[in-house]
């Protein structure tokens, strides 16, 4: 009720609207128990990617090493191949997670792998790389590679023009022809010796394939760093040297298993080497031969 301006008290504790005070026992108290948080990365993970899909140990040589095992697609009681195969199949491939065993590597794996290339005659290399072959390291050797050689082509150029005081325009192309040269032959050349291994009955892995052949190129690396000492004759040394290597790493490492192929081994031994050297012959006029 109003009275004088101001509002009286109610004291009618069965008043409309009015709120009783609670009563009885005090709520229990809520504990809060500690909780367990999980520590990322896991500790045994070492660096590398942990939990991400994995190709089975008998996954098909066409998107994994060769490696045949007991119990797959066709052998015991459909394992762990067979369950991919039925839920993805080819599909896979256009799946971030189908990539992620390829990039599971870390620096010391990739200095090792690079190390190995740079010895060609232990032909160990796809041995060690069976079981875990690569994209990460033939990715970014391939990647420098471009730039490297671009990069030093048009510095010997470039001097070469001052030296003869002679007007020096810079070539873009020299970088869009090495991404060219060195991408599409590290691509397309495994994809093809893949089919004609195939066809010979001795089939290798894509990606193993894919995996030696960008190993191969970083030793091109320093053999254009070295391209810029202004003797030709040296250079055509290094490029030599560079290509043999590059094409015995290659040629060692595949030996092993297309002698398994029959008679013709021989001749696809010979074709890959020639050709890993005509790479290194190619690299040599194009981008390292001076003209003012």
Known sequence: MMSGGGYSALDDPKASGSVPAATGPDPPTIKFADSNLQIFPPSEAKGKISGAYRPPTDA????????????????????????????????????????????????????ERIWESVFPFRGTFTEKTSENPDLYGPFWTCTTLIFVAASIATFVTYLSHKWHKK??????????????????????????????????????????????????????IPASLLSIVPIEIFRWVIAGVAGFMSATFVAMNLRAHIVNSGERWFLIVAGIFLLQLGLAVLLKLYFFTITV
């Open 60 to 111: 098909d040589d066409t998107f994994s090493s060769s490696k045949s095992g007991g119990g797959g697609r066709g052998g015991g009681g459909g394992g762990a191949g067979s369950d991919d195969a039925g839920q993805g199949g080819w599909f896979r491939m256009f799946s971030v997670a189908a990539y992620k065993p390829y990039f599971d590597v870390d620096t010391s794996d990739v200095v």
């Open 167 to 220: 007007e020096w325009n810079y070539d873009i192309n020299l970088v869009t022809w090495s991404a060219g040269l060195f991408y599409g032959y590290v691509t397309f050349v495994p994809l093809g010796l893949y089919v004609i291994l195939k066809y010979f009955s001795a089939p290798a892995g894509l990606v193993q394939l894919w995996c030696l052949y960008g190993y191969s190129l970083f030793i091109f």
